[in-house]
Nanobody, 114 residues
Framework: QLVESGGGLVQPGGSLTLSCAAS????????TGWYRQVPGKERELVAD???????TYGESAKGRLTLTKDNVNNTVELQMNNQQPEDKTVYFC??????????WGQGTKVTVSL
């Protein structure tokens, strides 16, 4: 129900936008957002937004990320600026409903390299 796009190669200092398209109305989700997972570590929150519009950014954001939700087109976009080699990993779209049930996308890979 969640399909990511926008991953790929970006140079250090460059920008990339990830997009997540939901098959159901974005308004039906309690939270929607992005996580990332570095091999050998647990998935960590990148940013998410609640049904009411409250946005939480994870520690990796460091003022470089902007999360936006489009309730008309059922998408959530993550604008990532000033990408660094440590940002290289797989990013997952994530959503929850009020019951706590979670949905995950299949992941999109981001590579930061010259």
């Amino acid at each position: 129900q969640l399909v990511e796009s926008g991953g790929g190669l970006v140079q250090p200092g460059g920008s990339l936008t990830l997009s997540c398209a939901a098959s159901k109305s974005a308004l039906s989700f309690y939270t929607t957002g992005w996580y990332r997972q570095v091999p050998g570590k647990e998935r960590e929150l990148v940013a998410d937004v609640t049904h009411g519009g409250g946005i939480t950014y994870g520690e990796s954001a460091k003022g470089r990320l902007t999360l936006t939700k489009d309730n008309v087109n059922n998408t959530v976009e993550l604008q990532m600026n000033n990408q660094q080699p440590e940002d290289k990993t797989v990013y997952f779209c994530h959503a929850t409903i009020i019951s706590g049930l979670e949905y995950w996308g299949q992941g999109t890979k981001v590579t930061v390299s010259l």
